[in-house]
């Protein structure tokens, strides 16, 4: 099997026993599952993002690094909110550059308005239980509608054969953070939280693979 393979299994295993911890109430295997996950997704931008200095996969790389510092602090029992939310706001800056990087910002509004229809709605069922976390959350969810627009911009044009893998993955994001932030404030529903997980390894998997589509390394 090939690196990508071995390394994609490990990661589905890997969220497999972390959704069976967080359902567990287990946080010492939550503790070790999380941050393993995001680490296997990194190990899949290793050798692109250092062995041949890709600049797309560096900044992928970068995204992944900075959604690991917000995995742990979230994770902590003290809950550090703004600090993870940070944390992922940089990282969607990364991702913003890697989908930019062929063609640079593109102004499209084909793909521009769904988003923000989205945006919209869920903001609007946040909005009255943030409290003064409403400009946090809300100068988050502009950089992260900004990120998944650039990607499906980038996948709409054809930039490069890993577009359309980094467009499912930024969308998927969207969805995974969404659903959070609804379960966060509003309540879990039955079964959010392995909705949340499944979609946020599958989303920063879909962008980690686009930079080995882009690089040939994968066929598309």
Known sequence: MRTWQLLS???????????RAEYAGAPAQVYLFKPLAT?????????????????YARFVLGGLVCSLAGDVFLMLPSDRFVAGLASFLVAHLFYIAAFTRDGGFSRGSATALPLVAI?????????????????????????ILVMAWQALERSRLGAHDGAWWGAVGAVLFVA???????ARFRGDLPGSRALILVTYYLAQWMIAT???????????
């Open 9 to 19: 299994l490990a990661l589905a295993v890997a969220v497999v026993f972390l959704v």
């Open 39 to 55: 680490i296997l997704v990194m190990a899949l931008t290793f050798p692109l993002a250092w062995g041949t200095a890709d600049p």
């Open 119 to 143: 945006g919209a709605i869920v903001l609007s069922l946040l909005w009255p239980l943030l409290g003064p976390l409403r400009l946090p959350v809300l100068a988050y969810m502009l950089v």
């Open 176 to 182: 995974s953070d969404s659903s959070l932030g609804l």
């Open 210 to 220: 686009s930079a080995l589509v882009r690089a040939g390394r994968l066929a598309r």
